[in-house]
């Protein structure tokens, strides 16, 4: 797997710092695990973060803290290696998402459904796996938030070029998007958004209120 | 600046078990009082193989109160900070055996601890809101997770020794003073007394650096 398109630098480090809200740690999280350039970064971001740790005038904690989280390690079982929930047979989750509570597929267009992944509500942003049929045109919207997406499967195209597995586009709402999902299959996506999609055109304002994404 | 340079100041094991050190240059005026240098990697092993509890509670003693301050920092309240930073300890006593002194070192390992226990918090709090029941949340994904067999990870570690390295001292500060301590540009322009345009084109320059030399010989 090739990848040609990853987060800026500056997504990354907050990523790093674990400054990123729920959904967007998540789809930057997936790509990073399988990333072994952005991987890099992130570490070198932890390793400065390290040594911030190092640096930073301590604050006492409190008198008990080492008596309490003593009693709780003589008190707590050994750590055991808790299989993750398997949600078996769900080919379609990659492991990143095999924690999370994901939905029912909900058709939203014509050779487009979606599976909302269910998060804790810290955040504004949510969370969706996006499928759409090879060939298939998406209708030129743009955004009123951001939206981060990170392609599992298949590819799509836009003004910004080709986007295969492990790839990451990063738009917001400068960014006009008319993309173009690629014949060799369909094209799974994992999907951060914030705000909404804006459809354009008069086709698109005619069925906008109808695409619920 | 010196920050980095110390992050560096851990052994890094090769695989067959041999110790080497890299040698970091001590700055001058890096340490603030005479202060003797433990290898907190080596009393993580320690925890690890033979549940030391001496070892424990050495870098409890260091860690713990660290933890609480770069959180307080990074603008948890006191009670938030000093809950991260007792269950951040406790999970270095269970996931000591997990720690790898040739691809992080220990700092670097507490804090992605602190920082994933920092964003279940966060979580569990917004769930507990939300719902009254409050279910077992998923881990925070592991972005330290490496994407490639062990030997690509030690390679990978000196690289990006190597690269924090390169960064100059103002480049270092800028990025610790925005992702780490969470502070706003306009703040940092006035900590660092340079304009605010400045200080967003330092953490530009510093993370290009940063990517650019880590792109290096790829």
């Given at each position: 797997?090739?990848?040609?398109?990853?987060?800026?630098?500056?997504?990354?480090?907050?990523?790093?710092?674990?400054?990123?809200?729920?959904?967007?740690?998540?789809?930057?999280?997936?790509?990073?695990?399988?990333?072994?350039?952005?991987?890099?970064?992130?570490?070198?971001?932890?390793?400065?973060?390290?040594?911030?740790?190092?640096?930073?005038?301590?604050?006492?904690?409190?008198?008990?803290?080492?008596?309490?989280?003593?009693?709780?390690?003589?008190?707590?079982?050994?750590?055991?290696?808790?299989?993750?929930?398997?949600?078996?047979a769900?080919?379609?989750?990659?492991?990143?998402?095999?924690?999370?509570?994901?939905?029912?597929?909900?058709?939203?267009?014509?050779?487009?459904?979606?599976?909302?992944?269910?998060?804790?509500?810290?955040?504004?942003?949510?969370?969706?796996?996006?499928?759409?049929?090879p060939?298939?045109?998406?209708?030129?919207?743009?955004?009123?938030?951001?939206?981060?997406?990170?392609?599992?499967?298949?590819?799509?195209?836009?003004?910004?070029?080709?986007?295969?597995?492990?790839d990451f586009?990063?738009?917001?709402?400068?960014?006009?998007?008319?993309?173009?999902?690629?014949?060799?299959?369909?094209?799974?996506?994992?999907?951060?958004?914030?705000?909404?999609?804006?459809?354009?055109?008069?086709?698109?304002?005619?069925?906008?209120?109808?695409?619920?994404? | 600046?010196?920050a980095?340079?110390?992050?560096?100041?851990?052994?890094?094991r090769?695989?067959?078990?041999?110790?080497?050190?890299?040698e970091?240059?001590?700055?001058?005026?890096?340490?603030?009082?005479?202060?003797?240098?433990?290898?907190?990697?080596?009393?993580?092993?320690?925890?690890?193989?033979?549940?030391?509890?001496?070892?424990?509670?050495?870098?409890?003693?260091?860690?713990?109160?660290?933890?609480?301050?770069?959180?307080?920092?990074?603008?948890?309240?006191?009670?938030?900070?000093?809950?991260?930073?007792?269950?951040?300890?406790?999970?270095?006593?269970?996931?000591?055996?997990?720690?790898?002194?040739?691809?992080?070192?220990?700092?670097?390992?507490?804090?992605?601890?602190?920082?994933?226990?920092?964003?279940?918090?966060?979580?569990?709090?917004?769930?507990?809101?939300?719902?009254?029941?409050?279910?077992?949340?998923?881990?925070?994904?592991?972005?330290?997770?490496?994407?490639?067999?062990?030997?690509?990870?030690?390679?990978?570690?000196?690289?990006?020794?190597?690269?924090i390295?390169?960064?100059?001292?103002?480049?270092?500060?800028?990025?610790?003073?925005?992702?780490?301590?969470?502070?706003?540009?306009?703040?940092?322009?006035?900590?660092?007394?340079?304009?605010?345009g400045?200080?967003?084109?330092?953490i530009?320059?510093?993370?290009?650096?940063?990517?650019?030399?880590?792109?290096?010989?790829?």
């Amino acid at each position: 797997m090739t990848i040609s398109h990853h987060p800026p630098e500056d997504l990354l480090a907050d990523f790093a710092a674990g400054k990123l809200e729920e959904a967007h740690q998540l789809v930057v999280g997936v790509h990073v695990a399988g990333c072994a350039r952005c991987t890099r970064f992130v570490r070198a971001i932890e390793q400065l973060a390290g040594a911030a740790l190092e640096e930073v005038e301590p604050v006492p904690t409190a008198p008990d803290a080492f008596d309490r989280v003593m009693s709780r390690i003589e008190n707590s079982p050994a750590a055991s290696a808790a299989p993750p929930p398997a949600s078996a047979a769900d080919h379609d989750i990659p492991p990143a998402l095999r924690n999370y509570r994901i939905g029912k597929r909900r058709r939203v267009a014509p050779g487009l459904s979606m599976r909302p992944i269910e998060l804790s509500g810290s955040g504004k942003a949510r969370a969706f796996l996006l499928r759409s049929a090879p060939g298939s045109r998406m209708l030129e919207h743009t955004h009123t938030g951001t939206e981060l997406t990170l392609v599992l499967e298949g590819s799509f195209s836009h003004e910004g070029g080709r986007f295969g597995p492990g790839d990451f586009d990063y738009g917001d709402d400068e960014v006009e998007h008319r993309p173009i999902v690629g014949d060799e299959g369909p094209c799974l996506c994992l999907v951060a958004m914030t705000g909404n999609l804006r459809m354009n055109g008069l086709l698109g304002r005619l069925i906008g209120p109808f695409v619920r994404l | 600046m010196i920050a980095a340079i110390r992050a560096m100041d851990v052994p890094i094991r090769a695989e067959a078990g041999l110790t080497r050190r890299f040698e970091a240059q001590r700055s001058i005026g890096a340490s603030k009082g005479p202060k003797a240098k433990v290898d907190w990697a080596d009393l993580i092993g320690r925890v690890a193989s033979h549940r030391d509890r001496e070892a424990f509670k050495r870098l409890f003693e260091h860690f713990a109160p660290r933890i609480k301050g770069l959180m307080q920092k990074a603008g948890c309240s006191p009670d938030e900070a000093e809950e991260i930073a007792q269950n951040t300890m406790f999970a270095v006593w269970r996931k000591a055996g997990l720690f790898d002194p040739a691809t992080a070192g220990a700092a670097a390992w507490i804090f992605t601890i602190a920082r994933n226990l920092r964003i279940d918090l966060l979580r569990r709090r917004a769930r507990s809101d939300r719902l009254e029941a409050v279910s077992e949340l998923p881990d925070a994904p592991d972005p330290a997770e490496p994407a490639d067999a062990a030997i690509s990870r030690v390679q990978d570690a000196a690289r990006i020794e190597a690269a924090i390295k390169q960064l100059s001292a103002e480049q270092t500060m800028v990025v610790r003073l925005s992702f780490i301590e969470e502070k706003a540009h306009p703040e940092i322009a006035g900590l660092l007394g340079i304009p605010l345009g400045t200080v967003k084109s330092r953490i530009r320059l510093a993370m290009n650096r940063l990517r650019d030399i880590l792109d290096e010989d790829t």
